[in-house]
Structure formats: C-alpha cells, structure tokens
Nanobody, 128 residues
Framework: VQLQASGGGLVQAGGSLRLSCAAS????????KGWFRQAPGKERESVAL????????YYADSVKGRFTISRDNAKNTVYQQMDSLKPEDTAVYYC??????????????????????WGQGTQVTVSS
C-alpha cells in the first residue's frame, strides 16, 4: 500500500497550491482520508478530514475558509486546495487514509496516532 503525495512547493503569501494524494495497493473508497501537517518543532496536527463519501468534512480553525478538501474515489485520490496561503502554513503536509473517526470529529478533528496509512509528506513553504 502506498500513498503518493504531490503538489507542494514554494509560494508567496496570498498564493495557492493544490495537493494531491494518490493511493495504490488497495482501495480507500470506504474509509476517511485527510491531510495533516507538521511544522519544525511542533506536533503533527490534523488540517482537514473527509469522510468516505465526501459529504462531511473537518477543518482546523486556522485554515477554515482557505483550504478545501475533496476526494475522487474512482481515482483513489484525495485533494487539498489551499488558497490565501500564509507564512504560518509552512510545514510538511502528509496525506492520511483509513482514519477512525470518533463522534464529533467534524468539529474536533482527530489525532495523528489514529491514522493507519501515511503518505511520504510534501513540503509547503509560504514566503512573506
């Protein structure tokens, strides 16, 4: 099983990036997916989560209104559109799949310890 993330890079503040994460080796169409990020010296945090059907989502308060998570189950891929990027968004972004979601997850997110599959991470750097 492999999750291949792409789309990271260097962008100026206010710019946009679109992350993609394609899965291979098994289908993840019936499980939740998401994006986490980890900045230097900080813990990995959940940024955006999406349930198996795409009808429910979670966003961290810091990215609400700027990031959009989506998924294409036919392509076994999850996306994250990131607009109005800020320097504080600078981090390594990891895609995640097969995430057990507890009641209330759409408000509180989840912990990285619960994730069963991780992508390799893609660097996002936002310059001021």
């Amino acid at each position: 099983v492999q999750l291949q993330a792409s789309g990271g890079g260097l962008v100026q503040a206010g710019g946009s990036l679109r992350l993609s994460c394609a899965a291979s080796g098994r289908t993840f169409s019936t499980v939740a997916k998401g994006w986490f990020r980890q900045a230097p010296g900080k813990e990995r945090e959940s940024v955006a989560l999406i349930n198996w059907g795409g009808g429910s989502t979670y966003y961290a308060d810091s990215v609400k209104g700027r990031f959009t998570i989506s998924r294409d189950n036919a392509k076994n891929t999850v996306y994250q559109q990131m607009d109005s990027l800020k320097p504080e968004d600078t981090a390594v972004y990891y895609c995640a799949a097969d995430i057990p979601l507890a009641p209330g997850w759409s408000d509180r997110g989840t912990y990285s310890d619960y994730v069963k599959y991780w992508g390799q991470g893609t660097q996002v750097t936002v310059s001021s």
